[in-house]
């Protein structure tokens, strides 16, 4: 398999159940501190523990943009406004010219709370949904897309990837064939899921939702807690000693078991991560931490550790950070991405947070502990329904 070419991150920016900004998430990894707290999301009646990002519903988007309003957009601008994220982007589409920079972005709930909400209306009005709803700028995947597409002011090549949990994860790889095929010079790649109902009872009648926080590889885990987040990263090609971590490689696979449950074997993740570590041009040993999927599901938790002993043995670190922020489903993929540049830069192993007595049968040792530690290389996994995996290889 060919070595790619690693592409630095010159910019980075997140919101999730930690706060608002990187720091904020790396505080909370830092204390071993969730952000996840006792569900009162409107029109759910039954207990669990959520992700909320707090302060959306007071924010509005640009009055020129503003009939892509929803949640998710919402939560979309609340990131690329932070960490000064819109100037990096300013300056690369001032250096590269605004159509040669790509954008790749994933979702999977996408503005479905919108529609929720036009529902509930037309159920009070004869089955009128109301004027300013508007199904193209809310729900449909492409949404995201335009509005971040149009509040950035870009106009290169670029799509909507929705494939559940490895959504935000698969964007790296897209954005890297259009830039090494030449078809942009920079992309910005992200994803945005937000909290509805929709998603709530779908994973709650799945019997996947705990009522409890979340604890994944835990021996007592029973399931997820539902978050939301927005995460946005620039690529740019990379440059000897510029000191910027870089996006080193990416492994895909689809192992098309089950809709919702990954091959026991974990044959579909293995592939995903030796792909990633091929590409990377590394040995396996140089992958020093691993951020796992760790969902606290059960299955997937099972799963995902058999496949990591199979490519790494017990020689890794390796922790999951949902504990955190909740299953953020489509968001999952950028914001363990960033958590794990984080990582990078801040010389930290983040912990499993709310782990209390790993499970014997698993095989593995996460970090009950965010620790202090410096590492070179790390890898984040995201997996899928219907076993869409894609796993991302970070490094100096």
Known sequence: MKIMQPLAITAKTMVNACGKGSAKTLDALIRNQSGLSQQQFAGVDFDTWIGEVKGVENLSLEPELAHFSCRNNLLARMALDTDNFRESVDEAVAHYGAERVGLFVGTSTSGGAETEKAYEYALQHAGVFPDNYQLMNSQNLASLQNYVEQSLGLRGPGH???????????????????????????????GVDSLCLTALYGFNSLQLISNQICRPYDENRNGINIGEAAGFILLEAAELGHGKVKFKGYGESSDAYHMSTPHPDGDGAVKAMNDAISRSGLDT???????????????????????LLRVFGDSAYCSSTKGFIGHTLGAAGITEAIISILALEKNILPGNVNLQKIDPQIGIQPLIETIDYSVENVMSNNFGFGGSNSSLVFGW
Do not use: W
Request: aromatic letters at 6%; a neutral charge.
């Open 160 to 190: 909507t990837i929705s494939t559940a949990c490895s959504s935000s994860s698969k964007v790296f790889s897209a954005a890297y064939r259009h830039i090494v095929s030449g078809q942009c010079d920079a992309a910005v790649v992200g």
């Open 285 to 307: 040993k140089a992958i020093e931490y691993i951020n796992l999927h760790g969902t606290a599901t059960r299955n997937n938790d099972a799963a995902e550790a058999l496949g």
